[in-house]
């Protein structure tokens, strides 16, 4: 079975501009998890969706930043406008379902570099 | 967002001895524990995971949880050089789904 894809593996882009990153979960898990890794914060939850429904935002960083889930097998990040702080590496996640105990499986991760 | 704190190492250990990975976390009401894997540049990769207290062992590796202490940890018996990575430890909250992780541990088993 595939596992959860992300896209794209690697952006490089300037300050200002918009940035969407892309995932598909795990067909038949109906939890979505974004995720932003740093060295100086690790992985930090930026927002949860349960059967497409955004369930818990409060890790989003600002209004720069937006998520959806319009339908089970996709969701998008956006970031409007990028700013260097911004880079990291955004990773989608997918579970099961909302009972606590699933596990959780990662993308591969979208390497953002905002110059 | 809830507390999950590791020491963040780096850990050296030789090979063939015992790595010992602490975490605590601070939502008492905290259900589920995850040990994750992550190699440089790669995504973050589930070893186990434990719900009860007491141990949990797989292999050459051996979760343990004390929920009254807040207390989970990995123990990697015969360390190889292949594990050496960062460890993360990610708890799962009885509110909802939402797993947070820590910071992670940096381990290296030297040859």
């Known amino acids: 079975d595939a596992g959860v894809i992300q896209s794209p593996r690697h952006e490089v882009t300037e300050m200002g501009q918009e940035v969407t990153l892309r995932c598909k979960p795990i067909?038949?898990?109906?939890?979505l998890f974004w995720y932003r890794q740093t060295m100086m914060r690790g992985l930090e939850l930026l927002i949860y969706?349960?059967?497409?429904?955004?369930?818990?935002d409060s890790g989003m960083p600002e209004d720069r930043f937006s998520a959806k889930m319009p339908n089970a097998s996709f969701s998008t990040l956006k970031i409007q406008p990028s700013e260097p702080r911004d880079s990291a590496v955004y990773f989608c996640a997918s579970s099961l379902g909302a009972s606590s105990g699933n596990t959780i499986y990662f993308g591969e991760g979208s390497w953002l570099t905002v110059v | 967002q809830k507390e999950v704190e590791q020491n963040s190492g780096p850990l050296s250990v030789p090979e063939g001895a015992i790595a010992s990975l602490n975490c605590t976390y601070s939502?008492?009401?905290?259900?589920?524990f995850f040990w994750y894997r992550q190699y440089s540049g790669k995504s973050p990769e589930l070893i186990m995971f434990i719900y009860s207290n007491g141990d949990k062992e797989d292999g050459r590796f051996t979760a343990q949880l004390n929920k009254a202490s807040q207390y989970v940890s990995l123990l990697i018996r015969d360390s190889q050089p292949s594990d050496s990575a960062t460890y993360l430890c990610a708890v799962n909250t009885d509110t909802g789904n939402q797993f947070y992780f820590g910071t992670g541990t940096s381990l290296t088993v030297i040859p």
């Open positions: 969706f349960n059967n497409n429904v955004p369930i818990d």
């Open positions: 939502d008492r009401g905290s259900q589920s």
């Open positions: 067909s038949g898990h109906n939890s």
